[in-house]
């Protein structure tokens, strides 16, 4: 099982991008169910911090600083996971993360995905 992200880049001041994260390989089953999928970023020096993401039934929960900027969202039937980016500005450069958590409800358990990551750099 993989995550692949794609979509990042170079973008001036107020710019947009688009990310992109597919998951592919055995991950879900009868019994392995889609819980959460979201995006995280990493700043230089910085921890690692949720940005938006968006539950099985399609709740969706934003970082503050990504709320009326970003959206999260999903095409369930190709596992794959999206981020528009607007009005970015030069803090939002970070590596951006996909994660995937993928619950087996039975079991009790959950399996948790990250992908490789992608870099975004938003000059002023």
């Known amino acids: 099982a993989r995550l692949v992200e794609s979509g990042g880049g170079l973008v001036q001041s107020g710019g947009s991008l688009r990310l992109s994260c597919a998951a592919s390989g055995d991950i879900f089953s009868d019994s392995v169910t889609m819980k959460v999928m979201g995006w995280y970023r990493q700043a230089p020096g910085k921890g690692r911090e949720l940005v938006a993401r968006?539950?099985?039934?399609?709740?969706?929960d934003y970082a503050d600083f990504a709320k009326g900027r970003f959206t999260v969202s999903r095409d369930n039937a190709a596992n794959v996971l999206f981020l528009q980016m607007n009005t970015l500005s030069p803090d939002d450069t970070a590596v951006y993360y996909c994660n995937l958590i993928a619950n087996n409800d039975a079991a009790g358990y959950d399996y948790h995905y990250w992908g490789q990551g992608t870099q975004v750099t938003v000059s002023s």
């Open positions: 968006i539950w099985n039934g399609g709740v969706t």
